[in-house]
């Protein structure tokens, strides 16, 4: 197959997911636009075969996510958009006190109640996506709720 025609398909049919996905995790959309171009990029570099569709957006997920906390890692001086910002972007009126509980999450936590209550993803699914078991995919879930729950009755 012609890689040109490839990364165009995939471009087109993944960048607004994976651009939702990094925002959660790194609130910042000049970091975001950095790591969906760089997971491009290693798709370009790698030029990976794929089994199907799955796959190949399993494959892009983990490529961003794991780019994410790199970035994360590295970016304590760079500014950060506001998380008002980020909800008039992602969330509809009605969900933006969520949202906001939801970025106030580690990492691990907000990405895995994302892939599992946004796109819909199964545990099993999050934990190949994330590179761990399902038993810590399903921790993470637990522990982000009982957070999330915390942040709202601290708040009350």
Same mark, same amino acid.
């Not at 895995?112 to 819909?120: C, K, Q, T």
């Given at each position: 197959m012609d890689i040109e025609k490839d990364i165009r398909e995939a471009?087109?049919?993944?960048?607004?997911? =994976?651009?939702?996905? &990094? $925002?959660?995790?790194? &609130?910042?959309?000049?970091?975001?636009q950095d790591a969906i171009q760089d997971t491009f990029c !290693?798709?370009?570099?790698?030029?990976?075969?794929?089994?199907?569709?799955?796959?190949?957006?399993?494959? =892009?997920?983990?490529?961003a996510t794991n780019? &994410?906390?790199?970035?994360?890692?590295? !970016?304590?001086?760079?500014?950060?958009?506001?998380?008002e910002e980020?909800?008039? *972007? =992602?969330?509809?009126?009605?969900d933006r006190d969520t949202f906001q509980e939801l970025l106030e999450l580690p990492v691990k936590?907000? *990405?895995? $109640?994302?892939?599992?209550?946004?796109?819909?993803?199964? $545990?099993k699914e999050i934990a190949d996506i994330m590179g761990t078991t399902e038993g810590a995919v399903k921790m993470r879930l637990k522990r982000g709720k009982k957070q999330m729950r915390s942040i709202?009755?601290?708040g009350i």
């Open positions: 471009v087109i049919k993944y960048s607004d997911m =994976l651009y939702k996905i &990094c $925002i959660v995790i790194l &609130c910042n959309e000049q970091d975001v !290693r798709y370009i570099e790698k030029k990976p075969k794929f089994r199907d569709e799955e796959h190949e957006k399993a494959w =892009l997920i983990r490529v780019i &994410c906390r790199d970035m994360i890692r590295f !970016r304590i001086r760079h500014p950060k958009v506001s998380i980020i909800q008039n *972007t =992602l969330a509809a009126p009605e936590q907000k *990405t895995a $109640i994302y892939l599992h209550y946004v796109e819909g993803y199964q $545990i709202v009755e601290g």
